[in-house]
């Protein structure tokens, strides 16, 4: 299934811009497996929406690699709402829905307030994306955002923002040490209010 993806990925996702072509040599290690290592730090049987899913990460290899998840993928352009529905319809996978939205803009979003995880990858400022991340986690659940190597000063630069937002102070977690040979940075802000 996920050869399929990266098949879809290398194709249409680069004819319709959603990927440039020079990432198709980089397809697992630097998108499909970047991202699906988060299926780490993410508890069995979670609700997941992802916001800003683009042409479908991390939410479709989290999907892929854990069936017992249910994925809302969030998205708002057409172009690539339209390509995540051929994409969910061609891999066969029940436990992903596509919704054509934003994550600020709430009545969009099914999960508003019920997610038990908000995921992200190349979004916007922690900041920012907290924002609007938190607001579509219950109470008791987290947003993971898969961020690159400066993730920690993120954190310390936005700290203001992310509390006024309602989250915690925050932690990074390193993933994917034994499929990576550059491991992933996640950080998890829980919803304290």
Known sequence: MANLYAEWLAGAGIERGL??????????????????????????GARVVDVGSGAGLPGLPLAIARPDLEIQ????LLRRTT??????AALELPNVEVVRG???ERESVVAVGGADI????????????????????RKGGSMRALKGDSVAEELTRDAVEIRKAGGDAGR????????LGEPTHVVIISRAK
């Open 19 to 44: 990927i440039g072509p020079r990432e198709v040599s980089r397809l697992w290690d630097r998108h499909i497996l970047n991202s699906a290592v988060l299926e780490e730090v993410i508890p069995e």
């Open 73 to 76: 993928l969030l998205e708002p």
């Open 83 to 88: 390509f995540l529905n051929e994409v969910v």
């Open 102 to 104: 934003r994550a600020e």
């Open 118 to 137: 908000v995921t992200s990858r190349a979004v916007a400022p922690l900041g920012k994306l907290t924002r609007w991340s938190l607001p579509l986690v």
């Open 172 to 179: 990074v977690e390193t993933v994917g040490d034994a499929v």
